[in-house]
């Protein structure tokens, strides 16, 4: 193997792990670049139609190389192709997980979860981690900001009122509360110094520090939708601060998977507008269409004045 293709090789490397310690998670790559890859050679030089944003490293014999396996997944023309940074998978793209395999490390990574002090703030204070609750094969996953006095007494999201909306909002789809997974971006209840009641926003120093728990739940789970409840879990997800009330409707993407932000429940419990449910329905019924659940003429009409 040529010196020129290993200096290539770790300058690649070398690039990624730069980028994986800044945040990035993904890196886009032109189709055509992938398609170059992805093709054995033999003797001839191989560079895309246009410079890739990478060095793309090039095999000395007809073999293609590793690094050409690990893309030859090319996509149509039209979508980019994404590239694992190292020691991480892209959603889409990573083989079946064994059913065993997958129950055994959502168990271990629940068991790391509940006994996590990295917020000694939120740690001291809360009575449960709330982990989670639903199918780990489900294909449609929620995802709200963090848990309240009830979910800390319970252990379980979404089990007070809002919690109650959101069961009643999920069955009004066709599915159970069992069918789909519910979780937060923060784990435990946020501290309330000096308060006997209410809650607060996660800082964002919490989020970041407890969402990892969440990658790992969504790349297990691999969802083929995910729903962001309220301005806070889109801010959580994705960095946005612009308003749900600009975001909500419009598909976004998390770690490979498609994401609709709409209104977190609590939000309809205090605005209880028809067209403020009929808003949120609507999200759910392209929530739907995304995962190809049957709709019916009845479904389509909620929430629609008479």
């Not at 609590?266 to 392209?286: F, G, I, T």
Request: proline share 9%.
């Amino acid at each position: 193997m040529s010196s020129t293709y290993d200096q290539l090789l770790d300058a690649t490397i070398q690039h990624l792990e730069d980028l994986k310690s800044r945040g990035v998670r993904h890196v886009a790559v032109a189709p055509e670049t992938v398609r170059a890859l992805a093709q054995p050679v033999s003797g001839r030089d191989v560079r895309p139609a246009r410079p890739p944003e990478m060095p793309s490293p090039k095999p000395s014999g007809p073999a293609a190389h590793p690094c050409q396996k690990a893309v030859s997944a090319a996509l149509p023309a039209e979508q980019p192709s994404l590239l694992a940074l190292p020691g991480e998978t892209v959603p889409g793209q990573a083989p079946p997980l064994d059913p065993q395999a997958k129950a055994a490390a959502f168990a271990a990574l629940r068991e790391r979860a509940l006994v996590c002090v990295k917020c000694p703030h939120l740690a001291s204070s809360r009575k449960t981690v709330v982990f989670g609750v639903g199918s780990i094969d489900a294909q449609l996953m929620f995802v709200g900001e963090a848990p309240g006095a009830d979910e800390d007494e319970q252990g379980e999201p979404f089990v007070g009122k809002a919690g109650q909306l959101l069961t009643r909002i999920i069955q009004a789809t066709g599915l159970q509360r069992a069918d789909v997974y519910i979780g937060n971006i923060l784990k435990c209840r946020p501290d309330t110094p000096g308060q006997s009641a209410g809650n607060r926003k996660p800082t964002t120093d919490e989020m970041a520090t407890c969402i990892p728990y969440l990658h790992e739940q969504i790349d297990l789970i691999r969802p083929k939708v995910l729903v962001a409840l309220g301005a806070t879990a889109v801010e959580g997800l994705l960095g946005k601060t612009i308003g749900i009330t600009k975001l909500r409707g419009t598909w976004k993407t998390y770690r490979g998977i498609p994401l609709m932000p709409t209104y977190h429940p609590a939000y309809l419990l205090r605005n209880q507008a028809m067209s403020e449910k009929r808003k949120v329905w609507v999200d759910m019924l392209a929530v739907m269409e995304k995962l190809s659940m049957p709709i019916s003429e009845k479904q389509r009409n909620y929430f629609l004045k008479a």
